[in-house]
């Protein structure tokens, strides 16, 4: 199996805080490949989800979120 590149990582100052917040900012390529895992395993997994899930689920319907 091939190996990911290394990530670059930047700190955003949050708002109304003196804090940062980290962000991981993977390379392009890295990214292609990832959402084409996504990809797979959700064409994988999906049937196995009930109804009720829909937090994370690509094809929810705003039908569900709403219940109208």
């Known amino acids: ?6 990530m670059r990582r930047i700190f955003v ?5 003196k804090d ?3 962000f991981t900012i993977p390379s392009p390529i890295d990214r292609i490949v990832h ?3 996504a990809t797979v395993l959700d064409d994988i997994f999906d049937p ?3 109804p009720v899930y829909h937090g994370f ?3 929810a ?3 569900l979120y709403f219940g109208t």
Request: no cysteine; charged share 35%; hydrophobic share 40%.
């Open 1 to 6: 199996m091939g190996k990911f590149s290394r």
């Open 13 to 17: 100052p949050k708002p109304r805080s």
């Open 20 to 22: 940062k917040r980290p």
């Open 35 to 37: 959402r084409s895992i």
């Open 48 to 50: 196995v989800f009930l």
């Open 57 to 59: 689920v690509l094809r």
């Open 61 to 63: 319907e705003l039908i």
